[in-house]
């Protein structure tokens, strides 16, 4: 019979559990009513006291302050420790940087195997009546695969927003059985985190939508100019207002390197698509973007998609997003955010 642990950690202000964990919570609570097995969830913190509200199942914890920031010696320790403490078949974990950096080396340890970016997990008939199934995207996310494995501990590695948060229904707070940990050598010493400010940081997986900007801001628009600072502006507005991520089209990122007008705030960390990245977000809009196959393969997991173009032939329109708007997007971007500092004020 399976057994189930799930790993999380607390989050940077040690008070919580960061939403990834909540995430693996949930698919932990799910998989074990199917399967019909114990769960245990293992909590990292420097003192996991107050982050087990409304817990339905077993607690281990490895607390102390060396626990309290990500390092790979005293992270892959704790969760050596709670897997050999729980002696899980299965094993659960956000695919946050703390744990993907230390994950693979736990299940070397304990003789498993690991699999990542997992999207659903189901209970099926693949590998056996009633066996786990685990489902990954490959190619790109252009393939989705399904996997199943003999080998124990299977380590799976969650990837974020697959899943909602776990929220306590009580407040009720199950005992912490705390699991000790002696110390390795410990080299690295954590000093503080520097971080881009927050309105400076424009890529954020947790907003509800994704605003992509083409090529198209920088080009030159119908009175034969560029119009660069005012995109510029347009744009950082629209973000400042309703707290989007910002992704961008492989063409506009690379224009920096072509020596042609760029807009600064934009690196190739932004870049969605075949080439960039393929983020979660309920919805989406382009602006400015012609739509290209190789640029909407990362919309494939934005639920509602919406594009601005001037184009009434481009990609957007062949049927690659529900709402398509033939139109500037310059004055439509700046009559929003004019809209929108209304309802603020
Ligand atoms: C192997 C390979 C991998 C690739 N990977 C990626 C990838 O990961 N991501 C990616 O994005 N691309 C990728 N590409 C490139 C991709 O094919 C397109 O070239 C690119 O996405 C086009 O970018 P764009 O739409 O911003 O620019 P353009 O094609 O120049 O389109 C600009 C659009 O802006 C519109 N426009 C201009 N002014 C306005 C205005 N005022 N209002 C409204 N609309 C306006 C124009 O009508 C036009 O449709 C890849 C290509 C290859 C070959």
């Known amino acids: 019979m399976e057994s189930i642990l799930v790993l999380t950690h607390a989050d940077e202000t040690g008070s919580a559990l960061t939403k990834a964990s909540l995430e693996a919570i949930t698919a932990g609570l799910d998989l074990a009513a199917r399967l019909s097995a114990p769960l245990t969830i293992g909590i990292i913190a420097a003192d996991a006291t107050n982050l087990t509200k409304g817990l339905p199942c077993a607690v281990l914890a490895v607390s102390g302050e060396a626990f309290a920031q990500p390092r790979y010696a005293t992270d892959a320790a704790a969760c050596e420790a709670l897997c050999r403490a729980s002696a899980a078949t299965i094993v659960l974990a956000p695919g946050s940087s703390r744990f993907a950096r230390v994950a693979a080396t736990v299940a070397h340890r304990l003789n ?7 999207t659903n997990l189901n209970v099926g008939a693949i590998g056996g009546t009633g066996t786990l199934e685990a489902t990954r995207w490959f190619y790109r996310q252009r393939v989705e695969a399904v996997l199943t494995r003999d080998a124990r501990p299977w380590f799976l590695l969650l990837d974020a927003g697959t899943h909602a948060p776990f929220a306590a229904t009580d407040a009720a707070q199950p005992a912490i059985t705390e699991v000790a940990v002696e110390l390795p050598a410990l080299r690295t010493t954590v000093t503080g ?31 034969g100019q560029t119009h660069v600072p005012e995109a510029s502006d347009l744009i950082l507005g629209f973000l400042r207002l309703t707290g989007a991520s910002l992704g961008s089209s492989k063409s506009l990122v690379d224009q920096g390197g072509e020596g042609q007008p760029v807009l600064p705030f934009l690196t190739h960390l932004n870049q969605v698509g075949q080439t960039g990245a393929t983020p979660r977000h ?23 998609r919406r594009a601005i173009s001037l184009d009434p032939n481009c990609g957007w329109t062949r049927g690659k997003a529900d ?13 929003i955010n004019e809209l929108l500092s209304a309802t603020k004020a």
Do not use: N
């Open 282 to 304: 309920a919805k989406g809009l382009s602006t400015c973007c012609h739509g290209e196959e190789p640029h909407v393969v990362g919309w494939r997991f934005i639920a509602d």
């Open 193 to 223: 985190i520097r971080a881009p400010k927050q309105d400076e940081q424009t890529i954020r997986p947790d907003a509800k939508m994704l605003f992509v900007t083409g090529a198209g801001w920088t080009k030159k628009q119908p009175d």
């Open 112 to 118: 498993g195997l690991i699999d990542t970016h997992i």
């Open 323 to 335: 709402v398509v708007y033939v139109a500037d997007a310059f004055p439509v971007i700046a009559k």
